[in-house]
């Protein structure tokens, strides 16, 4: 399996932007597609996830109303939908993917497949 993320890039705080997170290879349905970001000199955080069967969705706190995940089945893509963005969110954001538990989800380490980042940066 594959990940490649996307759509990074420079906005002002307020605005949005949709991530996308191009997956090649077999997923199965009980695969967990999960977004994290991590920002220089700070540990990696879970940002939110979807199961592929699209089942299960859950975000960090700070991110729940902002922000919303979603997947497109037929172009095997998972979008990153931010909105209201925030200078804080400024981070490099990585898609990651794995047969996981839904108790696992947040686990950056339990995943088994990374992309190779994108880069947010929110200007104040």
């Known amino acids: 399996v594959q990940l490649q993320a996307s759509g990074g890039g420079l906005v002002q705080a307020g605005d949005s932007l949709r991530l996308s997170c191009g997956i090649s290879?077999?997923?199965?349905?009980?695969?967990?597609i999960g977004w994290f970001r991590q920002s220089p000199g700070k540990e990696r955080d879970f940002v939110a996830v979807?199961?592929?069967?699209?089942?299960?969705?859950d975000y960090a706190d700070s991110m729940k109303g902002r922000f919303a995940i979603s997947r497109d089945s037929a172009k095997t893509t998972v979008h990153l939908q931010m909105n209201s963005l925030k200078p804080e969110d400024t981070a490099v954001y990585y898609c990651?993917?794995?047969?996981?538990?839904?108790?696992?989800?947040?686990?950056?380490?339990?995943?088994?497949?990374w992309g190779q980042g994108t880069l947010v940066t929110v200007s104040s």
């Open positions: 979807i199961r592929w069967s699209g089942s299960h969705i």
């Open positions: 290879g077999p997923i199965a349905s009980n695969y967990l």
């Open positions: 990651a993917a794995s047969p996981l538990i839904w108790g696992a989800r947040t686990r950056g380490d339990a995943y088994r497949y």
